[in-house]
């Protein structure tokens, strides 16, 4: 999908009722923190959720990497907590560490595993990573970690791959994610993942469910449950925004241009 043309830089940024952002996977090569800094810039919001996988703890202990512009985006979401944005940290797989803090703030950022969310109109949505819910995050962890690495030579080729596309004035697109989305037991797990979240968060009493962990941005209804993904900055380059008047929109963020776009690329609620 052709993302939106960048207009007047003088626009001020969009004020959202909530953004949702996850799997970042700072201190990482694949990590899109360019990307999400141009992104915070032209959009403000009263409440922001970062639905874990922030930081990536498991790459991080096999090989210390860490740009100034991953320093940057910390301190930029602890900026907007000072300045009065809302800011909720629920914990991932890649961040587990911080599920020792569960229930502390630090620097004005609530940690918590999972929360609720209420919309204008009305509805509960139950927001959670979505690790707990993954079958090989549970129970062959060592899969996990095998199946991480070799993401990581797959980002790596997509980091190349991007590398020509910006040096051709292209803007960027995942490789990466297309190959994934190909694979027949991906479609399948993804399938599997969206099923069980909507199950859980039915079972809770919820309306529907915001999560991500699986890197693929969604917004659909699954038997009557509204199911949520905001997908990823190291693929998808997406957020999930709640607007004045109470959409759920899905926005993708392909470019680094310091331009705000005239709209987002694909809206559902």
């Not at 630090?106 to 509960?124: A, P």
């Not at 994610?177 to 991906?186: E, S, T, W």
Request: charged share 25%.
């Amino acid at each position: 999908m052709k993302p939106p043309e960048p207009h007047d830089i003088d626009q001020r940024p969009r004020h959202y009722r909530a953004i949702w952002i996850s799997d970042i996977h700072l201190g990482t090569s694949g990590c899109k923190a360019d990307y999400l800094l141009d992104f915070l810039k032209w959009n403000e919001s009263d409440h922001l959720y970062l639905v874990g996988d922030i930081i990536d703890g498991w790459q991080l202990k096999k090989n210390w990497y860490w740009k100034q512009s991953h320093n940057d985006v910390v301190q930029k979401v602890l900026r907007k907590a000072r300045k009065g944005t809302r800011v909720t940290y629920i914990a991932g797989n890649h961040d587990e560490v911080i599920r020792q803090f569960l229930g502390m703030a630090f620097g004005d950022i609530e940690i918590v595993d999972d929360t609720t969310h209420t919309l204008l109109d009305g509805r509960r949505i139950w927001i959670t990573h979505g690790d707990l819910f993954d079958g090989i995050i549970q129970h062959a962890k060592w899969l996990a970690y095998l199946g991480d690495s070799f993401y990581t030579v797959i980002l790596n080729l997509n980091n190349w791959f991007n590398h020509i596309r910006h040096k051709m004035g292209l803007s960027y697109w995942s490789l990466s994610q297309y190959l994934k989305h190909k694979v027949k037991n991906a479609v399948s797990f993804i399938t599997a993942f969206e099923e069980n979240l909507t199950h859980e968060a039915r079972r809770r009493g919820y309306d529907g469910v915001l999560c991500g962990h699986i890197h693929k941005p969604e917004i659909r209804d699954i038997d009557g449950i509204l199911y949520c993904n905001d997908g990823d900055w190291v693929e998808s380059l997406s957020a999930i925004v709640e607007t004045q008047a109470g959409e759920l929109v899905i926005v993708y963020w392909p470019y680094r241009t310091s331009h705000c776009p005239k709209e987002a690329d694909h809206a559902i609620a």
